[in-house]
T-cell receptor, first 114, second 114 residues
Framework: NAGVTQTPKFQVLKTGQSMTLQCAQD?????MSWYRQDPGMGLRLIHY???????DQGEVPNGYNVSRSTTEDFPLRLLSAAPSQTSVYFC?????????????FGPGTRLLVL | AQSVTQLDSHVSVSEGTPVLLRCNYS??????LFWYVQHPNKGLQLLLK??????LVKGINGFEAEFKKSETSFHLTKPSAHMSDAAEYFC????????????FGTGTRLQVTL
């Protein structure tokens, strides 16, 4: 049972490049989400999904796309990277997302946009 | 919507002395509140959660938190700090609706000195 996995661990992009951050979980969780962590700001919700085929925006969705074709995977796409997207990105999952459940976090992806 | 405020961005204690990390919340209804810990270059781990049951919540590694409605507080404490407690701690609130969304405080960095 690997929990929540994220790839890559580190990435450097040039402004305007696109990339996909991968997130997978093997706990059969319905709810998955993406956060970004910036100094002094805690974690902020980018997008979330309550099940395969269902996604919605969080607090800071601009510049990011998501899709959820399977229960296990929830990739985050940066369409045209900007320096403001330099951050640490965390993926999280929980069983249903409908209550005060423990959310399980991946180890994070550190992204630098030049 | 619920918000949480962590009153200290940085706390330094000596090993063996008590730890107090302060968190206030604002909510028009009974909240669900959590404390998460993040060790350097790691993901987030749940320490404890409050979900309208007992007001004193015990978590892992000797941490506990007390929900005080009259003070709108949910402070995290530990009787005796250990070097391994050095980390960043996040107070987190839960916004319920169509899906659960976590609202993070800005974090408190705990330093433990010899």
């Amino acid at each position: 049972n690997a929990g929540v996995t994220q790839t890559p661990k580190f990435q450097v992009l040039k402004t305007g490049q696109s990339m996909t951050l991968q997130c997978a979980q093997d706990m059969n969780h319905e709810y998955m989400s993406w956060y970004r962590q910036d100094p002094g700001m805690g974690l902020r919700l980018i997008h979330y999904s309550v099940g395969a085929g269902i996604t919605d925006q969080g607090e800071v969705p601009n510049g990011y796309n998501v899709s959820r074709s399977t229960t296990e995977d929830f990739p985050l796409r940066l369409l045209s990277a900007a320096p403001s997207q330099t951050s640490v990105y965390f993926c999280a999952s929980s069983y249903s997302g409908s209550g005060a459940e423990t959310q399980y976090f991946g180890p994070g992806t550190r992204l630098l946009v030049l | 919507a619920q918000s949480v405020t962590q009153l200290d961005s940085h706390v330094s204690v000596s090993e063996g002395t008590p730890v107090l990390l302060r968190c206030n919340y604002s909510s028009s209804y009974s909240p669900s509140l959590f404390w998460y810990v993040q060790h350097p270059n790691k993901g987030l781990q749940l320490l404890l959660k409050y979900t309208s049951a007992a007001t004193l919540v015990k978590g892992i590694n000797g941490f506990e938190a007390e929900f005080k409605k009259s003070e709108t507080s949910f402070h995290l404490t530990k009787p005796s700090a250990h070097m391994s407690d050095a980390a960043e701690y996040f107070c987190v609130g839960l916004n319920t609706g169509t899906a659960s969304k976590l609202t993070f405080g800005t974090g408190t960095r705990l330093q433990v000195t010899l």
